[in-house]
């Protein structure tokens, strides 16, 4: 018994790294769709998202009232519920809590956008069967893709997005969109 209390003493400082962190993380709300965050071109639609927390989430809220979490993970919970606008805009508080009481808040803005993209050729040119459009597309929200000949294009999305594209053949088919999925078609050609 008596080597035990020394072996006690040297274990101490070792045992005491052991002891349980707090978690201060909070959860991190993100909104997946509509992809222009909340302009729909409709006054109904689904607002999806997910809420990210290290030690699981076990709520979320829209207003105060909780709604569903999709089966899954708890440390990346899956949500969704049904914007419904009444006039031309408007937002919702989406809330999240986890397993230690950490509470986060996002204040989503949501908008009625029916206004289509505008789509400009600022120039166009033919070598042979090679067809290089450049041009600009514009939107009063937020222009989400710029397509030509069905490949969409790597752009960054923004309310003006510059754009240059080279294809084939006689004419070059455009195909612009926005945030809440208004399109805007054009058939560039000489």
Do not use: H, W
Not at 12 to 21: D, E, S, V
Not at 31 to 48: A, E, K, L, Y
Not at 120 to 127: A, I, L, N, P
Request: proline letters at 5%; hydrophobic letters at 35%.
């Amino acid at each position: 018994m008596r080597r035990a209390a020394p072996v006690l003493l040297l274990l101490a400082p070792l045992l005491g790294g052991c002891a349980r962190t707090t978690d201060t993380f909070r959860p991190r709300i993100v909104v997946t769709s509509p992809d222009g965050g909340g302009v729909s071109q409709s006054r109904s639609f689904t607002v999806q998202g997910y809420v990210l927390d290290d030690q699981g989430v076990t709520q979320v809220t829209v207003d105060g009232k909780a709604i569903p979490i999709k089966p899954g993970s708890y440390k990346i919970a899956n949500f969704a519920f049904q914007a419904q606008i009444e006039g031309a805009r408007g937002q919702y508080t989406i809330g999240a809590r986890d397993k230690a009481g950490n509470k986060s808040t996002l204040v989503l803005p949501v908008a009625v956008d029916s206004t289509p993209p505008a789509v400009k050729v600022t120039r166009f040119e033919r070598s042979g069967n090679v067809i290089r459009v450049t041009g600009v597309a514009t939107d009063n929200s937020r222009v989400t893709q710029v397509i030509v000949d069905g490949n969409r294009l790597n752009i960054t999305p923004g309310t003006r997005v510059d754009f240059y594209a080279e294809t084939t053949g006689s004419y070059a088919d455009l195909q612009v969109v926005d945030g809440a999925g208004n399109v805007t078609k054009l058939r560039a050609r000489q």
